[in-house]
């Protein structure tokens, strides 16, 4: 395993045989119905009950967790770069699967948020999109490669569906440019999407450079969500070059 209490990785889901009671939150003087619906939907959220009982950094552990699952991308040994890493949930499920604890594999966490320390993670606080930031994640790689690429980055949103969609896509394009540049033959990337009608570029290049893409949306996603990840595997290294 990652690590004991928080540093933990996650069960197969969100269960554990305790049924939930749900909680209703009412509207008050500081509080507007949209921040009264989100309060709600988190109280009576499961994958968020499982997250703090099990203690985890967050509900998102469990996607991560239901991917490998399905689709097994990540192996002991691995050297893996997670893209948007705070608050950490992702790096603690790609940590015990990899077993960089053990000193096997290797973990490289970014994001521009503070993030507390997490056992075998490496840890970058920087904007992924500043111009040195790709060429600090390969310092710190063993060998200047990557054998997986995670990304579940997100934009800040303004409120303007169109312009957030755009904004999260941004991310995606330069991750998976980020991707085919550090990746070695065979690796995976795996990216949060929105579906939106704007990943055409994306796809495009994913189709070229790697041998399967695919969307997935794992059980903890919340299926009133827009949000996919794109799985892409078979990296074809310079051959897409």
Known sequence: MAGK???KAPSKGPGGGQRMLRVRVKTAAKRS??????LERQLNDPYV????????????????????DKYRILKPGQRVVDLGAAPGGWS????DRVKSVDGRGQIVAIDYLGMEPLPGVEIVQLDFTEAQAEEQLKSLLRGGAADVVLSDMAAP??????TDHLRIMGLAE??????CDVLTPGGTFLC?????GTEKDLLALLKTSFAVV????????????????????????????
Do not use: C, M, N
């Open 49 to 68: 009950a499982a997250s703090k009982r099990e203690g985890l950094r967050s509900r998102a552990a469990y996607k991560l967790t239901e991917i490998d």
């Open 157 to 162: 949103t303004v409120g303007h569906s169109k």
């Open 174 to 179: 330069a991750a998976a440019a980020f991707a």
């Open 5 to 7: 209490g928080k540093d």
């Open 92 to 95: 603690q499920v790609a940590a």
């Open 192 to 196: 949060k999407v929105f579906q939106g």
């Open 214 to 241: 695919r969307h997935v949306k794992p059980p903890a996603s919340r299926s009133d969500s827009a949000e996919l990840y794109v799985l892409a595997t078979g990296f074809r290294g310079g051959q897409s070059k």
């Open 33 to 38: 119905t949209s921040s009264a619906r989100w």
